[in-house]
């Protein structure tokens, strides 16, 4: 019999097997050099785990020698789990423990990823491009568009561009509709997140295609779309050898936002005015008062058919963050599924701040996705966090999504792409492991052979 050259899943099958190996291991160091000090184990661990959750609220909670207690316990909570761990002398046996794990979960990961892990967003062929125009801020991320050489490099690849160089504020949305309708068949920014949005509604307004270059500070929508952001330049790649992206454009009070945002603790903050220069003291300073309610607006949202009454924090996002992210500050997969992600925070006491540990099962924290999200307030007017630009708008905010309404052009290469990790189905795992592969001709009345 000639030998197959298909695989048929086999890789899987073996990398299932490893990981239910590896979590037997796991289990089995544990009980052969722990024994019955394996729940002492278990339990001290999940106490330090709690008790540090609960001190970093009382820090964010607190003001004065309450606070400085609280990061003394913070800090001294993981010493007491591993000053435990060594008296008990079992560190290795807990880090080998631990590792096996890590390895058990990789490998099922992996072994999980071909069947269940979101496929990257489709690409189309790039459209031809004659009148490219390109905006850029010299100021924007400390002066990336110098020290990269964008404005010449731009140029070379037959790009118009415009310099925000002078002191004066310009309207970049009016900037860019203007070259639009004097001809443009595409418009790009050099510039932070905020400054991306804008000019990107006019993009979709006009259907031109639009060009994403980072060179802003943070720049996560460029991230998402697995563009470089230690190196801008390289996502003028586009002009020359790119494929178009069909994205969603987020739009919140009548505004633009590619990225996100943001209601509650978070947009009071950014609002102050010392907020630019000493971000973390600011933000020390006024938490407190903004979770204990003694001041900021009392927010309720409707998320579909959802509501969701007072949180503390409320983030909406074009396109939900990863299922697994709390904080709703990490990756998205996919920017063309058409919903809003909607993650909401409210914790009012240690126990609560402890039980966000248990992600989307615990009672203080709500992610829910929908097409259209209302937020509402007990005042006229709220601070809004647009994209991470401190804004005010009137109440009630609308936002939406407006599904596949920009055409986004970036290099084909694009070694950033980002897939989100798939769940870890132990039940998937151990089916995956335990299937048998019957070799071709092996049917009736033949003998089928596993791997």
């Known amino acids: 019999m000639e030998p197959t050259t298909r695989d048929d899943g086999q890789g899987q099958r073996w990398l299932a097997r490893a990981s239910l190996a590896a979590a037997a291991g796991a289990v089995l160091v544990l009980a052969g050099f722990a024994g019955a000090r394996t729940f002492a184990l278990f339990g001290a661990g999940v106490l330090g ?153 006019v993009a979709a307004e006009f259907g031109l295609p639009f060009l994403v270059i980072p060179a802003g500070t943070r720049n996560h929508f460029a991230l998402d779309l697995g563009l470089d952001r230690e190196d801008p330049a390289t996502a003028l790649d586009a002009l020359a050898d790119g494929v178009e992206l069909r994205v969603d454009l987020g739009r919140a009070g009548g505004r633009p936002f590619v990225n996100n945002v943001s209601f509650g603790a978070y947009a009071e903050v950014v609002q102050s005015p010392a907020y630019r220069d000493g971000k973390t003291r600011t933000t020390l300073d006024l938490l407190p008062d903004l979770l204990a309610r003694h001041q900021g607006p009392e927010l309720t949202a409707r998320v579909g058919g959802h509501d969701v009454t007072d949180p503390q924090a409320l983030l909406v996002s074009n396109n939900p963050y990863g299922a697994h992210d709390i904080a709703g500050l990490g990756r998205r997969t996919r920017l063309d599924g058409g919903v809003l992600g909607c993650v909401a925070v409210r914790v009012t006491s240690a126990a609560q701040a402890a039980g966000l540990l248990r992600g989307s099962r615990s009672a203080g924290f709500t992610a829910r996705t929908a ?30 999504v407006r599904p596949g309404a920009l055409r986004v052009l970036v290099p084909r290469r694009r070694p950033g792409t980002y897939r989100e990790r798939p769940p870890l189905d132990w039940r998937g795992v151990a089916s995956l492991a335990l299937t048998v592969r019957r070799h071709p001709g092996a049917g009736s009345g033949a003998s089928g052979r596993s791997d």
């Open 49 to 201: 785990t709690a008790v540090t959750a609960a001190a970093v609220w009382w820090v964010l909670s607190r003001r004065g020698p309450a606070r400085y207690l609280a990061l003394l316990l913070a800090l001294a909570a993981p010493v007491w789990v591993v000053v435990a761990y060594a008296r008990a002398h079992l560190v290795w046996v807990v880090l080998m423990s631990g590792g096996l794990w890590l390895l058990a979960a990789g490998a099922g990961r992996a072994a999980l990823g071909p069947r269940s892990a979101p496929a990257p967003m489709p690409e189309a062929a790039a459209p031809a491009v004659h009148r490219p125009v390109l905006i850029m801020n010299p100021r924007s991320g400390g002066g990336k568009v110098d020290r990269f050489g964008l404005h010449a490099k731009a140029e070379q690849l037959g790009a118009d561009v415009v310099l925000l160089a002078g002191p004066e504020p310009v309207d970049v949305a009016a900037l860019a509709r203007e070259r639009a309708a004097a001809g443009a068949d595409l418009l790009g920014v050099a510039g932070g997140d905020g400054t991306q949005a804008l000019v990107a509604d």
């Open 371 to 400: 097409d259209a999200v209302v937020v509402d307030a007990d005042r006229d007017s709220i601070p809004v966090g647009l994209d991470g630009e401190a804004v005010r708008m009137d109440v009630p905010v609308r936002i939406e």
